[in-house]
């Protein structure tokens, strides 16, 4: 039975701002789904991003309100939910999450889950940053591309493998930013530095069919736009990125990960710059779809105030799986507006 249905909206102050194609935020702003219940307490974050959800903060509260005004009409006396549908991918998510933790019943902290590190920045901020994640024992470090000069981008990553190749394998991020001609630049320049993928090098997605092999391909916004039918003609393709916020949470994302081990592709978990409550649901959810050893695109915490990377950055490369509530302890004096429902 549920008890009472409450919904948070949190406002985080970004260290440094956050450059998402056409968009570029100074603060981060979520909204949480709270349910009391006879299951316990049961949080979901609704975490809607410009470039990444359709849908605005604005949108996405209204469509929580209406959400948890139907868990309370209908669930008050129901002794199991019966759960409401919404068409808003943050929303599934926070639903999602809230559906997850009904089904793992787990202490405080479970285990743990590798993360790769991400570079970002001048080229001195890069190679300090991966010298840290060197000493740090991280084994994977993520470098954005296509956003300066493609031979000065080709040098660096020339010099990041000439320095930590033994320690530190590369992923590389070019969030179709690329044309083709410039694309088979950087692909033929780089074509003997071990790099573990590359993320979407091509502006046109149609023309990924024509890549065969030049770097190891992943796929990450084209799970988005580009029908399944396309996807699966090209070839070859190394792994996936599933950020579950983006692809309709949890249970669609099963879909992907099926679709991506039929194929032997490999599967990276990743963030849609959650705060730290959506990362303790991905973390759980990575450590149940992964085993927690392929390392996850869960860096993003390093935007947040200093005390929650304090208390939930990776240590040693790995990030602790921690209870959503009690990360939801932790980010609650973030919290700027709580509706009672």
């Not at 056409?22 to 219940?37: A, C, G, K, N, P």
């Not at 991966?130 to 956003?147: D, G, I």
């Not at 969030?175 to 090098?201: K, M």
Request: aromatic content about 8%; hydrophobic content about 40%; charged content about 25%.
């Amino acid at each position: 039975m549920i008890r009472a249905v409450r919904v948070h909206r949190a406002l985080f102050p970004l260290v440094r701002p956050l450059t998402l194609r056409s968009h570029t935020l100074t603060d981060r702003e979520v909204l949480y789904l709270d349910i009391d219940s006879d299951y316990g307490r049961l949080i979901g974050e609704c975490p809607p991003l410009p470039g990444v959800t359709v849908e605005s903060i604005d949108e996405a509260k209204a469509e929580l309100g209406r959400v948890a005004h139907y868990l309370v009409e209908r669930c008050r006396t129901d002794t199991t939910p019966n759960w409401p549908s919404s068409t808003l991918y943050s929303v599934v998510s926070a639903l999602d999450q809230v559906k997850h933790g009904l089904q793992h019943d787990r202490p405080r902290n479970r285990g743990t889950v590798a993360v790769n590190g991400l570079l970002t920045g001048s080229p001195d901020e890069v190679l300090a940053r991966a010298e840290q994640m060197v000493a740090n024992a991280y084994r994977v470090a993520k470098l954005k591309v296509a956003r300066s000069d493609l031979e000065a981008e080709i040098a660096l990553v020339r010099e990041l493998d000439h320095r930590w190749r033994d320690h530190l394998k590369l992923r590389l991020d070019a969030n179709r930013g690329w044309s083709w001609e410039d694309a088979i630049r950087f692909a033929d320049a780089l074509s003997n530095v071990p790099i573990e993928y590359i993320e979407e090098p091509l502006r046109d997605p149609k023309q990924l069919v024509e890549w065969s092999g030049r770097l190891p391909l992943c796929l990450d916004e084209s799970l988005v736009d580009v029908e399944w039918s396309t996807l699966e003609h090209i070839s070859p393709v190394t792994a996936i990125v599933i950020r579950p916020t983006a692809l309709g949470g949890f249970s669609a994302t099963q879909e992907w990960i099926k679709r991506a081990r039929n194929r032997n592709w490999g599967v990276t978990v990743s963030s849609a710059f959650e705060s730290p409550v959506g990362l303790a649901h991905l973390a759980r959810f990575a450590l149940d779809v992964t085993g927690g050893d392929s390392p996850c695109g869960f860096d993003t915490i390093h935007w947040f105030p200093e005390p929650l990377v304090d208390e939930f950055a990776a240590r040693h490369g790995r990030m602790a799986v921690v209870s959503p509530l009690a990360a939801f302890e932790a980010v609650w004096p973030y919290v700027v507006e709580s509706i009672d429902v």
